[in-house]
């Protein structure tokens, strides 16, 4: 079984920035993809950032310019979050992605607000 750790999150003026870490228990060159999503209070999971094996980066519209997904080595993820705002708060997932399905974290809570 795959385990991913999310770390990083917390509270956060609007404006500020914060860094995510995604730990992999495997290598994440194993996987399609790896990416960020996110879930608000009340919403609906949604896609934040990905990128694939070759590199290949991907983001949501609303965090595009703001947002930057990397990668670290075999086993870790990135998300690097600036310019935050109180529509960023949500808790924050890693996903191993795979041609169907795929490994989830347990989340992380960011919360931004002054």
């Known amino acids: 079984q795959v385990q991913l750790v999310e770390s990083g999150g917390g509270l956060v003026q609007p404006g500020g920035s914060l860094r995510l870490s995604c730990a992999a228990s495997?290598?994440?060159?194993?996987?399609?993809?790896m990416g960020w999503y996110r879930q608000a209070s009340g919403k609906q999971r949604e896609l934040v950032a990905t990128i694939t094996v070759g590199g290949s980066t991907n983001y949501a519209d609303s965090v595009k310019g703001r947002f930057t997904i990397s990668r670290e080595g075999a086993n870790l993820v990135y998300l690097e979050m600036n310019n935050l705002e109180p529509e960023d708060t949500a808790d924050y997932y890693c996903?191993?992605?795979?041609?169907?399905?795929?490994?989830w974290g347990q989340g992380a809570q960011v919360a931004v607000s002054s």
């Open positions: 996903k191993a992605r795979l041609m169907t399905g795929g490994y």
């Open positions: 495997e290598s994440i060159f194993n996987f399609n993809a």
